[in-house]
C-alpha cells in the first residue's frame, strides 16, 4: 500500500446490519480513519465505490447469498474499479471454501 495521509478512507460490506454497524463504529472509533461507503450486499458496495471513488481499504464480509453476486465477481469489480486498494475478506466461519 502506497503512503497516505490520513484520514484513511475504509469502505464496509456486510449483509448483517448489526455486523456492518459494529464494524462501522469499530473503525471510526480511530481519528486517523473515516469509512466512506457502507454497503449491506456486493453491487450496493460497487455502486458506492463508483460513486464516492476509491478508499485506500475494502473490508467484505464473504458469507452472504451468492446469489447476489459471486464472491470473485465482486472482488474482481473491486480491483476493476479501485485498483490500488487493499481488500480485507472476513469470515465467521473456517471452511476453506469460504
Given at each position: 500500500?502506497?503512503?497516505?495521509?490520513?484520514?484513511l478512507k475504509v469502505a464496509l460490506?456486510?449483509?448483517d446490519f448489526y455486523s456492518l454497524k459494529w464494524n462501522t463504529?469499530?473503525?471510526?472509533r480511530d481519528p486517523r480513519t473515516t469509512v466512506i461507503?457502507?454497503?449491506?450486499?456486493?453491487?450496493?458496495?460497487?455502486?458506492?465505490?463508483?460513486?464516492?471513488?476509491p478508499p485506500d481499504v475494502v473490508v467484505v464480509d464473504v458469507e452472504y447469498a451468492a446469489?447476489?453476486?459471486?464472491v470473485a465477481e465482486m472482488?474482481?469489480?473491486i480491483c476493476e474499479h479501485a485498483p490500488e486498494t487493499v481488500i480485507?475478506?472476513?469470515s465467521?466461519?473456517?471452511?476453506?471454501?469460504t
Amino acid at each position: 500500500m502506497e503512503k497516505y495521509r490520513p484520514p484513511l478512507k475504509v469502505a464496509l460490506m456486510d449483509d448483517d446490519f448489526y455486523s456492518l454497524k459494529w464494524n462501522t463504529a469499530l473503525v471510526m472509533r480511530d481519528p486517523r480513519t473515516t469509512v466512506i461507503v457502507e454497503a449491506d450486499r456486493p453491487r450496493a458496495l460497487i455502486d458506492q465505490i463508483k460513486a464516492e471513488g476509491p478508499p485506500d481499504v475494502v473490508v467484505v464480509d464473504v458469507e452472504y447469498a451468492a446469489t447476489r453476486l459471486p464472491v470473485a465477481e465482486m472482488l474482481a469489480s473491486i480491483c476493476e474499479h479501485a485498483p490500488e486498494t487493499v481488500i480485507v475478506c472476513n469470515s465467521q466461519y473456517g471452511e476453506r471454501d469460504t
